[in-house]
């Protein structure tokens, strides 16, 4: 017997020393003398398994279980292998087994909850992975798993605070980084419910009803979207994907926006950023879209009233000076039109090959006067879109940019040579410079140094010192 031992002992020290033909050959010539020495079968089963042996690591664990079917690490050995080849039905009825001999075990609960994961039944692996936490509070990957399974059924707050915990256990857990990254992206806008309420030929227009998944409820809008009209038809397309139009923008707006808020939409087209602002804001808030283009103001005026929403319009062009100038449309296939003193060639801006209107007349102001003739403060938030004219809107008027009670501001810019003169302005008002990601929820600092390059600089987001922080807690030092 004490031969055995000895035997047993250094073939658990060549398993450890990954000498496993060693340690295998040695398991095998002691089970040839004693069949039941359940420490041979558990220890040769595990060495099947770390070798990749899968079905030999069950038959071998199996005649354990046989021997003693009470025996919780020989159930958790047999787990392992089985889910190793996909069997997570007979996975879960393994670590089930060892859960019930040793309920107190945090590991056992931790191990069935990885096997109902993988098995798609995402409501019982959150039960089990909270088990393991309840008798392991540090339990690391317990707190990812329950991340992951929280996120699957919807319950995106709870999944993020989980994953947080996993970093604060461990700060170098780079997947629960990614993962709550990944979660947060999730937490801000995820249309769970596209719907078409009506629907007709391709001259009208199609009614579609969806569902946002935000913080804390669930945001239900309504747009009768023109499949003629390139904006509305590029926001029908993005529905009919399951996907939202200017995803990471709206996840900002959810983030920072709170009923009683004031948000002023400059350039708002048919209207898609200002209701979801009104939806944000709330009755209590106060949303002004302002839009220079009749025909667009017409649809405004629409989507507002179909969602409920209470919201000024005003169709006036905002620039660096007061009076009336020439706007032209470039019709639908463009999507927007502008001042004629803001391009240099009228007939060829469409792009689109379609021919401009004929230039109209329309009123033309800065902002900071059209905010003291509505008789308001200034807004939280602004979200401007002015087909290239940004700064000189923002450069005509420093009151309303220099006002502290401005947080944000996101600004269209599509001219890359333009972008740091447009920085700089805003630098000027006390601004930092940062960008929308689409695979992280918090926006990105850009350094004064760094030209932001690409086909074209899109939603750039200006924000004062200390407003992403205090609107992301969660933010993590690099």
């Given at each position: 017997?004490?031969q055995i031992?000895?035997a047993?002992?250094?073939?658990?020290?060549?398993?450890?020393?990954?000498r496993?033909?060693?340690a295998?050959?040695?398991?095998?010539?002691?089970?040839v003398?004693?069949p039941?020495?359940?420490?041979?079968?558990?220890?040769?089963g595990?060495?099947y398994?770390?070798t990749?042996?899968?079905a030999?690591?069950?038959d071998?664990?199996?005649?354990?279980?046989?021997l003693?079917p009470r025996d919780?690490?020989?159930?958790?050995v047999l787990?392992?292998?089985?889910s190793?080849?996909g069997?997570y039905?007979?996975?879960?009825?393994?670590f089930?087994?060892?859960?019930?001999i040793?309920?107190?075990?945090?590991?056992?609960?931790y191990n069935?909850g990885?096997a109902?994961?993988?098995a798609g039944?995402?409501?019982?692996?959150v039960?089990?992975?909270?088990r393991a936490i309840?008798?392991?509070?540090?339990f690391v990957?317990?707190?990812?798993?329950?991340?992951?399974?929280?996120e699957d059924v919807g319950?995106?707050?709870?999944a993020?605070?989980?994953?947080?915990?996993a970093?604060?256990?461990r700060?170098?857990h780079?997947?629960?980084?990614?993962?709550l990254r990944?979660?947060?992206?999730?937490k801000?806008?995820?249309?769970?419910?596209p719907?078409?309420v009506?629907?007709?030929t391709?001259?009208?227009s199609?009614t579609?009803s969806?569902?946002?998944?935000n913080r804390?409820?669930?945001?239900?809008?309504?747009f009768?979207?023109?499949d003629?009209?390139?904006m509305q038809?590029i926001v029908?397309?993005?529905i009919?994907?399951?996907?939202l139009y200017?995803?990471?923008v709206?996840?900002?707006m959810?983030?920072?926006l709170?009923?009683?808020?004031?948000v002023?939409?400059?350039?708002?087209?048919?209207?898609?950023y200002?209701?979801?602002?009104?939806k944000?804001v709330?009755?209590?808030?106060r949303t002004?879209a302002i839009?220079?283009?009749?025909?667009?103001?017409?649809?405004?005026r629409?989507?507002?009233e179909?969602?409920?929403?209470e919201a000024?319009?005003?169709i006036v062009a905002i620039s660096?000076?007061s009076?009336?100038a020439?706007?032209?449309?470039?019709?639908?296939?463009?999507?927007?039109?502008?001042?004629c003193?803001?391009?240099?060639?009228?007939?060829n801006?469409?792009?689109?090959g379609?021919?401009?209107?004929q230039p109209?007349d329309?009123?033309?102001?800065t902002?900071d006067a059209?905010?003291a003739?509505i008789?308001?403060?200034c807004?939280?938030?602004?979200?401007?879109?002015?087909?290239?004219?940004?700064?000189?809107?923002?450069?005509?008027s420093?009151k309303?940019?220099?006002?502290?009670?401005?947080?944000?501001?996101?600004?269209?810019c599509r001219?890359?040579?333009?972008q740091?003169?447009?920085?700089?302005?805003?630098?000027?008002?006390?601004?930092?410079t940062?960008?929308?990601s689409q695979?992280?929820?918090?926006p990105?600092p850009?350094?004064?140094?760094?030209?932001?390059?690409g086909n074209?600089?899109t939603?750039?987001?200006?924000?004062?010192?200390?407003?992403?922080?205090?609107?992301y807690?969660?933010?993590?030092?690099h």
């Open positions: 017997m004490n031992s000895a047993f002992r250094e073939a658990v020290e060549c398993q450890r020393a990954a496993f033909g060693d295998e050959e040695i398991y095998k010539s002691i089970l003398h004693a039941h020495h359940l420490g041979c079968l558990l220890y040769l595990m060495l398994q770390q990749g042996r899968h030999e690591a069950i071998t664990i199996g005649r354990g279980i046989a003693q919780a690490a020989l159930h958790t787990g392992n292998a089985l190793e080849l069997r039905d007979e996975a879960e009825t393994a089930l087994a060892a859960a019930k040793n309920p107190a075990m945090p590991e056992h609960h069935l990885t109902l994961e993988h039944r995402h409501q019982d692996s039960d089990a992975y909270r309840a008798l392991k509070p540090d990957e317990a707190h990812d798993g329950l991340g992951r399974c929280l319950e995106i707050d709870d993020a605070a989980h994953y947080r915990e970093i604060w256990l700060p170098d780079v997947d629960a980084r990614l993962a990944r979660a947060v992206n999730l801000g806008a995820k249309l769970v419910r719907s078409t009506g629907a007709g391709a001259a009208d199609t579609k969806i569902a946002i998944a804390a409820a669930k945001l239900h809008v309504k009768s979207l023109d003629n009209e390139r038809h029908l397309r993005k009919n994907e399951g996907c200017g995803q990471e709206f996840m900002f959810s983030r920072v709170r009923p009683g808020d004031f002023l939409d400059i350039g708002a087209n048919f209207g898609y200002a209701v979801l602002a009104g944000l709330g009755s209590s808030g002004i839009e220079a283009n009749p025909r667009h103001a017409a649809a405004i629409h989507h507002l179909i969602n409920g929403i000024d319009i005003r660096d000076y009076g009336n020439q706007f032209v449309d470039f019709g639908p296939r463009c999507g927007h039109g502008t001042l003193d803001h391009v240099d060639d009228v007939e801006r469409s792009g689109f379609e021919k401009a209107s109209f329309v009123h033309v102001t902002l059209e905010l003739t008789g308001c403060g807004p939280k938030l602004i979200k401007m879109d002015v087909a290239g004219a940004e700064l000189r809107a923002i450069k005509g420093p309303a940019f220099s006002d502290p009670t401005l947080e944000f501001v996101v600004c269209y001219d890359t040579e333009k740091m003169i447009l920085r700089e302005q805003m630098k000027a008002y006390g601004f930092d940062h960008i929308f695979d992280i929820e918090i990105q850009v350094p004064s140094s760094v030209v932001i390059i074209a600089v939603d750039m987001l200006f924000s004062r010192p200390g407003m992403i922080e205090k609107y807690p969660f933010v993590m030092p």
